[in-house]
């Protein structure tokens, strides 16, 4: 096993998308940023579609 290779059944300690504060922070502006999909349309663009479980 290399240094960035994960045993098959490692189990990180939390769900979360960031590892850190730092990230989290990050992660927070980028979301706050983010445009719904009623600002997209009025800028001609489309929304991500929605997606549905199989």
């Known amino acids: ?3 960035n290779e994960l045993k098959k ?3 990180p300690k ?3 998308m ?3 504060e730092e990230d ?3 992660l927070g502006k980028q979301i706050e940023k983010l ?3 009623k600002e997209l349309k009025e ?3 489309y929304p991500d579609p929605i997606q549905h479980e199989n």
């Open 1 to 3: 096993m290399t240094k």
């Open 9 to 11: 059944d490692y189990k």
């Open 14 to 16: 939390n769900s979360s």
């Open 18 to 20: 960031v590892e850190n």
């Open 24 to 26: 989290m922070k990050k």
């Open 35 to 37: 445009r719904t999909n």
């Open 43 to 45: 800028d001609n663009k």
